[in-house]
């Protein structure tokens, strides 16, 4: 019998991968197959499953996500639901003759309208599954994987609109806010901060309260709604628990496991 020593070894190698542009998933619609212990057989986990698309292609792990139908049903729901409030806040923006506002709200709910599918947030890179393996989502429970190769950008939403400004290394929060006109920020006393895999952070923005953190590429900061309404109120609770659930870039690889815990290819 062959020692499992070398699969393990191997599905150990793919933790220290990071930052590797995505290449171009396989055209085929074959099954994808791992080999252990010399049998060739179809993947049944998540882990088994990147251990395959690895070898087929360079996995972009910090932009690795999962997706399901039964979340996408919930975040579709909320989806409808800020964008009916944001509506609703632009018209009383207008009818107050806050031009400027009306207009940013009313691109909000656009930007909202065209957003990329749903994911899962969350880590679901080999090492990380490897150190919780209580947390690894089932492999037929999930309708897609895949990755996204690393943006150049981070996503500003200001009371003004959506604004996308070039990353660059040492780039934080307070650098991005210096670099948005003042009258994008200067009502707002909290930001948001979404980071590609998820995780949300709350953080104080004006001078009383002021906080810092470090923006990665593909990062996603939504500024306070300077309006005292319980709608507003809302939007600020709930527009970054959904764009925690958007895809953390433009260019992305989606593979999509059937019923038999096969793994396909599908289009980007």
Same mark, same amino acid.
């Given at each position: 019998m062959r020692s499992p020593l070398p699969f393990a070894l191997g599905l150990l190698a +793919?933790?220290?991968?990071?930052?590797?542009?995505? #290449?171009?998933?396989?055209?085929?619609?074959?099954?994808?197959?791992?080999?252990?212990?010399?049998?060739?057989? =179809?993947a049944t986990t998540l882990l088994e499953a990147w251990s395959a698309?690895? %070898? %087929?292609?360079?996995v972009n792990w910090p932009f690795a996500y999962v997706g399901a139908e039964r979340t996408d049903i919930a975040t579709r729901q909320m989806q409808?639901?800020?964008?009916?409030?944001?509506? @609703?806040?632009?018209? *009383?923006?207008? +009818?107050?003759? *806050?031009?400027?506002? #009306?207009? @940013?709200?009313?691109e909000w709910s656009?930007?909202?309208?065209a957003q990329a599918p749903a994911r899962i947030p969350g880590?679901?890179?080999p090492s990380w599954l490897m150190a919780h393996p209580r947390h690894m989502p089932a492999l037929a429970d999930l309708d897609r994987v895949g990755w996204c190769e690393t943006p150049s950008w981070v996503e500003a939403w200001t009371p003004q609109g959506v604004t996308r400004l070039d990353?660059?290394?040492?780039?934080?929060?307070?650098?991005?806010?210096?670099? +948005?006109?003042?009258? #994008?920020? #200067?009502?707002?006393?909290?930001?948001?901060?979404?980071? $590609?895999? @998820?995780?949300?952070?709350?953080? @104080?923005m004006a001078a009383w309260n002021r906080q810092s953190a470090t923006l =990665?590429?593909?990062?996603?900061? !939504?500024?306070?709604? $300077?309006?005292?309404?319980?709608?507003?109120?809302? !939007?600020d609770a709930r527009l970054p628990d959904f764009l925690a659930t958007r895809l953390p870039g433009d260019t992305c690889h989606t593979f999509t496991p059937d019923a038999a815990s096969r793994l396909t290819t599908a289009t980007d």
């Open positions: +793919l933790g220290t991968l990071a930052f590797d542009a995505a #290449a171009t998933p396989p055209a085929d619609e074959a099954p994808v197959t791992i080999e252990i212990q010399g049998r060739t057989t =179809v698309l690895s %070898q %087929q292609a360079r409808r639901r800020l964008r009916a409030e944001l509506d @609703g806040l632009a018209m *009383q923006a207008r +009818l107050q003759r *806050q031009t400027g506002l #009306a207009d @940013g709200l009313g656009r930007a909202l309208d880590r679901v890179d990353w660059h290394p040492g780039m934080t929060t307070e650098t991005l806010l210096n670099a +948005l006109p003042e009258a #994008a920020r #200067a009502e707002s006393e909290r930001l948001a901060l979404i980071d $590609p895999r @998820g995780g949300i952070r709350r953080l @104080g =990665v590429p593909g990062s996603r900061v !939504v500024l306070q709604l $300077p309006l005292d309404e319980v709608s507003a109120r809302w !939007v």
